[in-house]
């Protein structure tokens, strides 16, 4: 079934560590987008990519970093982790940036940062 | 930017209609509502989304009042399945949905 994958789907990282997470998508949309979750807080922007070699900053981009490449990947790496990185990530895609408002979302990758 | 505003959480009986408030007051002219779900620890899922006139999908009903400061997602005959989290977002900015905290719809037997 076409959509988003991310990896790992769990992960528990030391504190300093470096580490990036994967998101891939093979429905050839053009926008894609990273969020964490937590817990009261819902979801927050913290990089988006409109298309392939752009990327814009979101709502909490700090210590973290993006890519996009190509169509079909967006990394999210985290340079140094920090406990307060400790969250669930979700990469999602829509098919274009401006008009649709349909968000695809992946199943999410929990992390612990100890 | 517009926000939206939802109560923490609300019960509804099997088999009944389900109807999920949101306030959009400041929504501007351009702007869409749309509403997603999010089922337990699963990625969010698109229900549907509408500028002014009433929308209807498989899933769901949106209705938006006249002024659009607020709308109503309405599930017709809930399941269990349709327990969740249920988030009303406007669009703000560029592409970028801004989710907030939802409701937590709880669909009891």
């Known amino acids: 079934i076409a959509g988003i994958t991310q990896a790992p789907t769990s992960q528990i990282l030391a504190a300093g560590r470096r580490m990036t997470l994967r998101c891939t998508q093979d429905?050839?949309?053009?926008?894609m987008y990273w969020y964490r979750q937590d817990l009261g807080l819902g979801l927050r922007l913290i990089h988006y990519s409109n298309t392939a070699g752009t990327t814009g900053k979101g709502e909490v981009p700090d210590g973290y970093s993006v890519s996009r490449a190509n169509t079909d990947d967006f990394p999210l790496t985290l340079a140094s982790a920090v406990p307060s990185q400790t969250s669930v990530y979700f990469c999602?895609?829509?098919?274009?940036?401006?008009?649709?408002?349909?968000?695809?979302f992946g199943e999410g990758s929990r992390l612990t940062v100890l | 930017d517009a926000k939206t505003t939802q109560p923490p959480s609300m019960d509804c009986a099997e088999g009944r209609a389900a109807n999920l408030p949101c306030n959009h007051s400041t929504i501007s002219g351009n702007e869409y509502v749309y509403w997603y779900r999010q089922i337990h620890s699963q990625g969010p899922q698109y229900i549907i989304h509408?500028?002014?006139n009433n929308e209807t999908n498989e899933m769901a009903s949106l209705i938006i009042t006249e002024d659009r400061k607020s709308s109503t997602l309405i599930l017709p005959h809930a399941t269990l399945r349709d327990t969740a989290v249920y988030y009303c977002i406007v669009r703000v900015g560029f592409q970028k949905l801004v989710f907030g905290t939802g409701t937590r719809l709880l669909v009891s037997p």
């Open positions: 509408g500028l002014k």
């Open positions: 429905m050839r949309h053009n926008a």
């Open positions: 999602a895609s829509s098919l274009l940036a401006g008009d649709s408002g349909e968000l695809f």
